[in-house]
């Protein structure tokens, strides 16, 4: 049996929504086919964005959208994907497969898209091969309301008010595609950056510096000691993959049970990661000013065979619940400094939401971690102390039980996952006198998933029997995530 234990008179503060965040890059069929299929395709759309994928993130309460890369960004140069569509200039993606890029999707369809959601937009500027110029121009076409050239030609463009875009990355993955810099030359890039990305009227800039990869604290250490007090926020990016290496991280589908354990134990190394880049953050920030934005995170397998190496398409199984929701919870307890998060990639790319086929659309079972989790969203952390045993395999082990917990108006949300591949785990929440209490349960077998085949909802979330009689009891399934409402 594994004891929850909430407090509801100790919190690290708000759960910010961002932490719900999503990423999408020009990459294989993320933009492409994924979201965007033009005004004149068969498949519904509104102004070429399509309505299925829309409603879905919609419901799911996307709060913010990180655009258009990855390593993208740092090509990317935004006037080639502004007027009409006719005379904008063709590229190739050198990052991605070396298809080509007619840049039909850019800031306005990007903005049309983020505003049919609901979200903030989240855009990250070209530091690597872009100019201080074309960056901060960038920041007053969709910023300004003044008279200039820059904001005539938006005005030209089909678009009169401003936008008041709040997120800007000053360059991605500056150590290595984003320009391969060392972190005292790119502190000083940032500063300078940065210093043109003005405010308009109302609209002052969330600067998001470039930070680390994985456990280089040496690049969070010279960031915040040179530029630190230049920032509203550093980066972080972290992958999971279940290989140990690169040129084998693994097969989305086929793995075995301790691939199983190995993927999960290497997800949960983000506890470690945050509580080291905070810890350094925290000696030049101690009121924690700056927020760590980790803006790319998830499972990172092999691509699915007979797929373009360079498209990044992965199928997503109950393994990936368990990664999003470990990772998530991990998020909600440091959420006095983890402030945004952006999974990766959205729609087709490595741990997505959605995946699409011409015209059809499924959900996976990390959309639906998504879906258990948005009570979250914006409401007040509560302390979770969780006792378990530990599950997994020799080198492998890790907590059974991972849980947080929040309040909003009265109502709590427990987000637990059980990790063990085979048992079923008996719960005890304890620590609030609930009077009622409502289950939602997502499991399966650990490869189960949904497909375009023959089961495109096998993994959903159901109704689940919960016991109250002052505490909570219920029993989860082996690999399983769940949310419990208590008030
Ligand atoms: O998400 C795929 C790629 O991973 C991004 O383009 C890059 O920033 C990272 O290396």
Not at 10 to 31: A, M, Q, V
Not at 215 to 230: C, I, N, P, Q, S
Not at 239 to 244: E, M, P, Q, S, V
Not at 320 to 341: E, G, K, Q, S
């Amino acid at each position: 049996m594994a004891v929850i234990t909430l407090n509801p008179k100790r919190s690290k503060g708000t759960i910010h929504k961002h932490i719900y965040g999503h990423f999408s890059e020009h990459l294989g069929r993320c933009i492409y086919q994924g979201i965007y299929v033009g005004e004149n395709s068969p498949i519904p759309n509104i102004r070429g964005i399509r309505t299925d994928v829309v409603e879905a993130m919609k419901k799911i309460g996307v709060p913010v959208l990180r655009w258009p890369g990855g390593c993208f960004a740092d090509e990317y140069h935004w006037k080639d994907g502004i007027g009409p569509k006719e005379n904008r200039k063709r590229m190739v993606n050198t990052n991605w497969g070396g298809v080509v890029e007619d840049n039909s999707f850019g800031t306005h369809e990007f903005l049309d898209l983020c505003g049919q959601v609901g979200c903030d937009p989240y855009i990250n500027a070209n530091v690597g091969s872009g100019t201080v110029q074309e960056m901060a121009e960038w920041v007053e076409y969709a910023n300004s309301d003044g008279d200039s050239s820059v904001v005539q030609e938006r005005w030209k463009n089909g678009r009169k008010e401003a936008w008041g875009v709040r997120f800007w990355g000053v360059g991605n993955e500056s150590w290595g595609c984003g320009g391969n810099m060392r972190p005292e030359y790119y502190a000083d890039v940032y500063r300078r950056y940065q210093t043109y990305c003005r405010t308009y009227g109302e609209n002052r800039p969330f600067r998001i510096a470039c930070g680390a990869s994985e456990f280089d604290y040496r690049w969070t250490e010279v960031l915040m000691r040179e530029a630190g007090r230049y920032m509203d926020g550093l980066s972080l990016h972290y992958y999971t993959l279940c290989g140990d290496s690169w040129q084998e991280k693994g097969s989305s589908t086929e793995f075995t049970v301790p691939d199983y354990y190995k993927t999960l134990k290497k997800a949960s190394r983000m506890e470690e990661l945050i509580s080291g880049h905070d810890a350094i953050m925290t000696r030049y920030d101690p009121e924690k000013r700056v927020g760590l934005i980790v803006d790319e995170w998830g499972t990172w397998y092999d691509v699915e065979p007979g797929t373009n190496p360079g498209f990044l398409y992965q199928q997503n199984t109950m393994r990936d619940a368990l990664v999003a929701a470990i990772t998530l919870n991990i998020f909600n307890h440091h959420c006095d400094r983890v402030i945004m998060a952006n999974i990766a990639q959205t729609v087709n790319v490595l741990q997505s939401i959605i995946l699409t086929e011409g015209e059809k659309m499924i959900l996976t079972p990390t959309y639906h971690v998504f879906d258990l989790f948005q009570p979250h969203q914006d409401a007040k952390e509560v302390d979770c102390f969780v006792q378990a045993e530990q599950t997994g395999l020799e080198g492998w082990l890790l907590e059974q039980v991972s849980a947080s917990a929040s309040e909003k108006e009265g109502i709590y949300t427990v987000t637990v996952a059980n990790l063990d591949a085979e048992q079923p785990e008996a719960l005890r929440i304890t620590g609030l006198q609930a009077k009622q209490a409502q289950a939602l349960v997502l499991t399966g077998e650990i490869h189960e998933k949904n497909d375009f085949e023959c089961s495109p909802l096998a993994v959903q979330p159901l109704a689940a029997k919960v016991e109250e009689n002052g505490d909570v009891a219920l029993t989860l399934p082996p690999c399983a995530v769940a949310r419990v409402t208590l008030s």
